[in-house]
């Protein structure tokens, strides 16, 4: 009986949220080293210790990332919210993995779904506003350009993105208020982009 209580306490621990976190930092370890096979097993061990470990099934969609293979990472991010539907990054990278297969809607949802849960993070605003801005829908992405910058007033990307998107409107005289912000950050070569697009634009206009 006593060997046989042992046993159990023993397959307890083989199959714990411990052992998970120690095969899932394991994993992460070998995606960043690009063994990604390796990666990939003990990815899978996290998993069969801990089933419910969302975490990595999220890494296991990163590595995906990583070998350029979006559609594999979609469904590992899809079965990570399968077991928790809260998960801000899984939705962040649903929409990385969406964007960049150029599904512009499907991109904006999990933004949106992200922000919900994140609204304090420039970021996401700015990823939402950039598939505004591919859609076309300007007005939608410069407000949450805005709003990342109500977040963080100094944040370079939403600086830029808002000088783009003023462009796309032809609206020199904003870009150039974006642009000489760039230039107050230090931001030297990305307000030169700005200002060689205007003239370009300018060149193009005459």
Same mark, same amino acid.
């Given at each position: 009986?006593?060997?046989? =209580?042992?046993?159990? /306490?023993? /397959?307890? /621990?083989?199959? &714990?949220?411990?052992? !998970?976190? *120690? ?5 992460? /370890? ?19 210790? $801990?089933?419910?470990?969302?975490? !990595? ?7 995906? %990332? ?6 594999? #990472?979609?469904?590992?991010? +899809? ?7 809260? +998960?801000?990054n899984a939705y962040k990278n649903l929409g990385v993995e969406?964007?960049?297969?150029? %599904? ?9 779904? #992200?922000? @919900?849960?994140?609204?304090? $993070? ?11 801005? =591919?859609?076309? &829908?300007?007005? $939608?992405?410069?407000?949450?350009? %805005? ?7 100094? =944040? @370079?990307? #939403?600086?830029?993105?808002? !000088?783009?998107?003023? +462009?796309?409107? =032809?609206?020199?005289?904003? !870009? +150039? ?16 982009? *700005? ?12």
């Amino acid at each position: 009986m006593l060997g046989k =209580n042992l046993l159990t /306490r023993l /397959r307890g /621990r083989e199959n &714990s949220p411990a052992d !998970a976190q *120690i095969h899932l930092e394991d994993g992460v /370890r070998f995606a960043e080293q690009g063994r990604y096979t390796e990666a990939f097993e003990e990815l899978k061990e996290a998993l069969r210790a $801990d089933p419910d470990c969302a975490e !990595a099934q999220i890494q296991i969609g990163v590595t995906y %990332h990583k070998m350029g293979r979006p559609n594999q #990472a979609i469904k590992a991010y +899809l079965a990570a919210l399968e077991i928790r539907s809260d +998960l801000v990054n899984a939705y962040k990278n649903l929409g990385v993995e969406y964007d960049g297969l150029g %599904h512009f809607l499907k991109a904006m949802k999990m933004y949106i779904k #992200a922000v @919900v849960l994140d609204p304090n $993070d420039p970021e996401l605003r700015i990823d939402l506003g950039m598939c505004y801005f =591919n859609i076309g &829908s300007y007005a $939608d992405a410069i407000k949450a350009f %805005h709003q990342a910058l109500d977040i963080d007033p100094n =944040n @370079v990307r #939403a600086h830029f993105c808002l !000088a783009l998107a003023y +462009l796309d409107l =032809n609206d020199k005289k904003s !870009a +150039l208020e974006e642009k000489s912000k760039l230039e107050e950050l230090n931001e030297e070569e990305l307000a030169f982009q *700005i200002l060689d697009k205007i003239q370009r634009q300018s060149l193009r206009a005459s």
